[in-house]
Each structure stands twice: as structure tokens, then as C-alpha cells.
């Protein structure tokens, strides 16, 4: 079985940022390109892509957005082989997030 992803618009620095909700991603992740101006620390993550290919992470950063209307932080690790803003689990969690997938809904 397949995890469950949804996607939510965010904004990051301002500008609309696709953001994928995946329970499944159990690291919360960037792509590089998004966070340019990011200042990386060296990462402590080895990560892998759902096929297990291994997924390039150039370092970690606190990464501020916006969803909603409502300001959020995310510990995320960044790297130039991810086309999205994902955020795994461990975000989810932080957040107490309630998912109801009947309804499509998160809180």
C-alpha cells in the first residue's frame, strides 16, 4: 500500500511553494532550489527515494512558512535531487496533526 500524500500551497519567503503532506516520508525535505539562501548545517540524514535510491542531501536547515494564514517552522533536510517542499512525518508529529483521510482534511 501506497502512504497517503496531499498537497497544500504554502509560502515560503512570500513566494506560493507546492507542499506535499506525505505521512509516509519520515524526514521532512526540500529541494535546493527553494531554499537558496538557506544556511545549511552538514546533515546527520541518510536519505532514500521510494524506489531506495539513494537521495543526495546537501545539509539541514530551519525552513519558515506559511499555510493558511498560519506561520510554521520545519527542520528539513535540503537536496538538489527533490522537485518539492515534503513534509514527512516527523513534521506531522511535531505538529500533533490529525489526518482524516475520509474526509481529506488535516488539522
Known amino acids: 500500500m501506497l502512504p497517503t500524500k496531499i498537497y497544500v500551497t504554502s509560502e515560503i519567503n512570500s513566494e506560493p511553494v507546492r507542499c506535499l503532506l506525505d505521512s509516509g516520508c519520515e524526514r521532512s525535505v526540500i529541494a535546493a532550489d527553494l531554499a537558496p539562501q ?3 548545517t552538514p546533515s546527520w540524514y541518510s536519505l532514500f527515494a521510494a524506489n531506495r535510491a539513494s537521495l543526495h ?3 539541514d536547515t530551519v525552513i519558515l512558512f506559511v499555510i493558511d494564514e ?3 517552522e520545519a ?4 537536496s538538489n535531487k527533490v522537485e518539492d517542499f515534503l513534509l514527512g512525518s516527523d513534521w506531522l508529529e511535531q ?3 490529525q489526518w482524516d483521510f475520509a474526509h481529506g482534511t488535516v488539522t
Open 38 to 40: 538557506a544556511k545549511l
Open 95 to 97: 505538529q500533533g496533526a
Open 75 to 78: 527542520d528539513v533536510s535540503v
Open 70 to 72: 498560519h506561520n510554521f
Open 57 to 59: 542531501v546537501l545539509g
